[in-house]
């Protein structure tokens, strides 16, 4: 009988630190991504350094040149 107790206290601390400690069942919130790893961003970027910039400017001189 005592085993049988044992058993279940084994199991019963089992289960509680599988539920603390085990994997997640909820899903990781999306993980935001900066303007630096943002492909879409990027070739904005190097689009618009190509077109000579959105001011009409030459790209890479600064406007007071």
Known sequence: MIYLLALIGLVAVIVLLWK????????????TVG???????LWRI???A???GKDGTDAGTEVGE
């Open 20 to 31: 603390a400690f085990g994997p997640s069942t909820q899903p990781e919130p999306p993980r």
């Open 46 to 48: 190097n689009r618009d």
């Open 35 to 41: 303007p630096d790893d943002d492909p879409e961003f």
């Open 50 to 52: 190509r077109r000579g």
